[in-house]
């Protein structure tokens, strides 16, 4: 039984490490799309954005488990599987693209217009730009992002478990709801309730850091 | 020697009911060693000419010539390396708040490509000048408003630009920083030969720092000239609006025509603005000049002063007028309204 509470954690992890890493790989940039083409933006271009805006509002009205089912070819196109641990990263990775946009974008926003003007002035071109100030300047913010986000993907990680996903999620549904085990089913919810305290609590450290930077000195 | 010639430059911005002419054909020039004022109240148009002259904002139309090209007409890489020619700074300095006061000024070096070391050392160099050697590590958001535009300014010369471009750089500081950093420019333009556009709304900075000033108003330059002669003789209600500062409150009430006579602003040279003129014309011409408001400018060039009176009509008004002409007084008639509006 422990051995399997293992397994399972390990499995939960593995999922929400690597969708994560997809996810903010593939959300960040698009987040910096946005920022860039809105039409106050420094390269506008209104219909990519008012495009990128619909789409990215469609996938996020999406409930998840809509999703994970209209994903599944796609999954067995990637990984050659439909269910499984590796196969519910593909969902996993594709349902928090569009909240990582989201949430990247906000966070990118709050950079002062100012800021931005200065790097220019400077002879900053729009791609260092991005580089060298706009995602610096907004860093603790991103940092807060991608905790919401990791957060958010464990718990869609538990709903995935119960549709074949593996992990803690399909953990408790096999012992909690099929063989009515309860210590084993309060047991993973247990687990996934540190998990996302750990993560909230290393996000905040980090952002924490990140925001003293720029207010007390480094000592000289 | 020519640094920047700008001629007949427009920016219209298009809005949903009617197009904003920010600038409206705008024409000067700047010259080396030359601190170029341009004033205006709010809304006048010059942060979008300031913001047209690198290009941060593309004119629609007219000629940017610095450095022995249009700018207008160049690709964007040419711009790119022209603006490296132009040192910009802000009324909200607009420092980068998570890099330190070191990695700030060292950022346009970086950007340009030179080395980690090379542009740290030049980076030390300009904090040296300013004075803030001890905050090099130190983040923006320790300092106090007068120190950041410091950083700003040893920033924005980095990378030793021909021409600094002011935007409101005092507007934000209180008297004692204000001076500050107006001393520093003065002593940036002598210990590196560069030119400075300034753009301010208040009288004050232009009177302390520019040698020839551009009024500017609804998108246009309504008058331009040197500093004295500006404060001598006004020709626009703009200006002269300008120059009283809030603090000289006339006193008269709108529309209401207390004063009978004819209403003169009188210019007053540094020779001219301490003798009494005015009681000795008073009694020679047998004319009651009654004061209605005054002040004295400190300039660069000396002091200048005005007042503006009325002349009741008795005796000889006329030769009151020659007198004070002659006495190298710049006279410019005012309307009751003019002086209650625009003194
Ligand atoms: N990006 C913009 N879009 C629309 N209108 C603008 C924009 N920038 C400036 N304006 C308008 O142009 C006019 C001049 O503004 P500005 O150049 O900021 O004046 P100033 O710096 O003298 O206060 C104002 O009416 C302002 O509202
Ligand atoms: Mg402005």
Redesign the interface.
Known sequence: MTQELIRATIETLEMVTVSSLFSVLLGLPLGVLLVLSRPQGLRPRPALYRALDAIINVFRSLPFLVLMIMVFPLSRLITGRATGTTATIVPLAVAAIPFVARIMEQSLLEVDGGVLEAGLASGAKISQLVWTVLIPEALPALVNGVTITVINIIGNSAMAGAIGGGGLGDLAVRYGLYRREPVMLYTSVAVIIVLVQLVQWLGGYLERRLRRDGKVTASA | MRLLTVKNLRKTFAQEKEAIHAVNGVSFHVDKGEIYGLIGLSGAGKSTLVRCL?L?ERPDSGEIWFDGIDLTKQNEAVV??K??E???I?Q?F???????VEDNVA??L???GRDRSESKKRAHELIDYIGLS?Y???????LSGGQKQRV?IA?AL??NPKLL?SDEATSALDPVNTELVLSMLRQVVKDFGIGIVLITHQMEVAKALCGRVAVMESGLIIEENNVETLFLSPKHAATRRLIRGVEDVFPLKHGETIVKGNIYRLGFRRESVRRPLISHISREYNVDINILAGDINVLQTGDVGYLVVSFEDIGDEEGALKALRENGVELVPLTAEDAVNHL
């Open positions: 690198n941060l790119r390396e603006r490296r132009m040192g910009m802000f909200h607009n420092l980068f708040m998570r890099k330190t950022y346009p970086r950007i340009a001890k090099a590590r130190a983040y923006p958001a320790e700003a920033r980095a990378l471009l």
